[in-house]
C-alpha cells in the first residue's frame, strides 16, 4: 500500500504567529482535499476540507488553499496556539479511484510560547 | 455512539499469533477505511469499504492481512501470523458520501 518515508518535516512557530503548511498532491484528478491534525497517542481529527470546484475555504482560525495548476495544497493557521502543536496531515481523494483517501507525508507543527 | 469506537484500545501478541482488531463506525456511514501508521509515520492505506460494493483491497500489504464488514455496520481486521514489523498503530474511518472520514483512537498492535 501507500506508505510515507520516516522523518516528517517541522515547522517550528512562535505563538501569535500565523502557520503555513503545505502539501503537494500527486493525483491530478482528485478532486477532494482534507487535512486533519494528530496529536500524540490519538486518532487524526477533521479540520478542514475542500472541493476541486474551490481555490479558497476558510473556517475558525483555519484556511485551505487549493492550486490545482501546480497540484499544491496548504493549510493556514491564524494566531497559532500552544494547543495547535500536533502532527498535519493533508489528504486526497477522488472519484476516479473509487474515493479511497489517500495521505499525504505529515508535517510536525511545534510552537513556542 | 457518537464516533467511531475501535478495540482492543491496546494488543500485545507474540510473534507468530493471530490477531483480530475491530472497527464500530458511525452508525448510518457507508464508508470504511483502515490504515496502519508505525511510529513517527504517515497513514498507510489498507482497505476501503463502500456500501455494498466489492471492497478497494490494494493496500493490504501480504495475503496474512484481510478484512470484512457485515453490511454498513461492524468491520474486523485480522492479521494472521504476526510478524515483529505488523507492530504499529491500525486506524479504522467512517464517512458518507457528503461527509470527510472521520477516525477511531485506533489500535495499538504490538508484536513481540
Known amino acids: 500500500g501507500e506508505s510515507v518515508g520516516l522523518h516528517l518535516p517541522t515547522l517550528s512557530v512562535q505563538e501569535g504567529d500565523n502557520s503555513i503548511i503545505n502539501c503537494a498532491y500527486s493525483?491530478?484528478?482528485?478532486?477532494?482535499f482534507i487535512w486533519y491534525k494528530q496529536e500524540s497517542g490519538k486518532g487524526p481529527q477533521f479540520i478542514i476540507d475542500?472541493?476541486?470546484?474551490?481555490d479558497k475555504r476558510q473556517g475558525q482560525r483555519v484556511t485551505v488553499l487549493l492550486n490545482k495548476t501546480v497540484k499544491h495544497l496548504s493549510l493556514q493557521i491564524a494566531a497559532t496556539q500552544p494547543g495547535d502543536s500536533a502532527v498535519y496531515f493533508c489528504?486526497?481523494?477522488?472519484?476516479?479511484?473509487?474515493?479511497?483517501?489517500?495521505f499525504g507525508a505529515g508535517t510536525i507543527l511545534r510552537v513556542k510560547s | 455512539g457518537a464516533g467511531v469506537s475501535q478495540s482492543p484500545s491496546n494488543k500485545v501478541t507474540e510473534k507468530g499469533k493471530d490477531v483480530e482488531l475491530r472497527c464500530d463506525p458511525i452508525?448510518?456511514?457507508?464508508?470504511l477505511y483502515w490504515y496502519r501508521q508505525r511510529l513517527g509515520q504517515g497513514l498507510e492505506f489498507l482497505i476501503y469499504?463502500?456500501?455494498?460494493?466489492?471492497?478497494?483491497k490494494s493496500g493490504l500489504p501480504s495475503d496474512r492481512f484481510s478484512a470484512e464488514r457485515t453490511g454498513e455496520s461492524v468491520s474486523t481486521l485480522t492479521i494472521q501470523r504476526t510478524q515483529q514489523e505488523d507492530s504499529a498503530v491500525y486506524l479504522c474511518?467512517?464517512?458518507?458520501?457528503?461527509?470527510?472520514?472521520?477516525f477511531g483512537p485506533g489500535t495499538r498492535l504490538t508484536v513481540l
Open positions: 474511518a467512517s464517512s458518507i458520501r457528503s461527509s470527510p472520514p472521520f
Open positions: 493525483n491530478s484528478a482528485s478532486d477532494y
Open positions: 475542500i472541493r476541486s470546484n474551490m
Open positions: 489528504a486526497e481523494s477522488s472519484m476516479e479511484y473509487g474515493n479511497k483517501l489517500v
Open positions: 452508525s448510518g456511514h457507508t464508508a
Open positions: 469499504f463502500q456500501g455494498n460494493s466489492a471492497p478497494d
